[in-house]
Nanobody, 129 residues
Framework: QVQLVESGGGSVQAGGSLNLSCVVS????????MGWFRQAPGKEREIVSC?????????????YYRDSVKGRFTISRDNAENTLYLQMNSLKPEDTAMYYC?????????????????WGQGTQVTVSS
């Protein structure tokens, strides 16, 4: 069984930073892509960022960011520690949402939440203006 446990959420003022963590336990070798999604009240769950398990070169991993977070958020993973991170800088009120960590068995990158097999319980991020 695979378990994902997020931490690091909280309340900050606009312009502040938070660093989310997601510790994964279980059959971690079967998971290729991992990602962060978020869902605000009354809105659809949306991809924030995702990252491949393996590096595509010595200096690059395959990663995706939604346009609204590019340049502000950075995703990373430590395979040895089975941990996924999301460093969020220059936070805006529109970033307020429940943030979920997710993992996919597929080796093909997907931004659709339906393609992810395992989910954490979520961590709340609230950004005030």
């Amino acid at each position: 069984q695979v378990q994902l446990v997020e931490s690091g959420g909280g309340s900050v003022q606009a312009g502040g930073s938070l660093n989310l963590s997601c510790v994964v336990s279980g059959h971690t070798d079967s998971m290729h892509y991992m990602g962060w999604f978020r869902q605000a009240p009354g809105k659809e769950r949306e991809i924030v960022s995702c990252i491949s398990r393996n590096r595509v070169s010595a200096y690059r991993v395959s990663a995706y960011y939604r346009d609204s977070v590019k340049g502000r958020f950075t995703i990373s993973r430590d395979n040895a520690e089975n941990t996924l991170y999301l460093q969020m800088n220059s936070l805006k009120p529109e970033d307020t949402a429940m943030y979920y960590c997710a993992a996919a068995r597929s080796s093909v990158m997907s931004v659709n939440h339906q393609d992810y097999n395992y989910w954490g319980q979520g961590t709340q991020v609230t950004v005030s203006s």
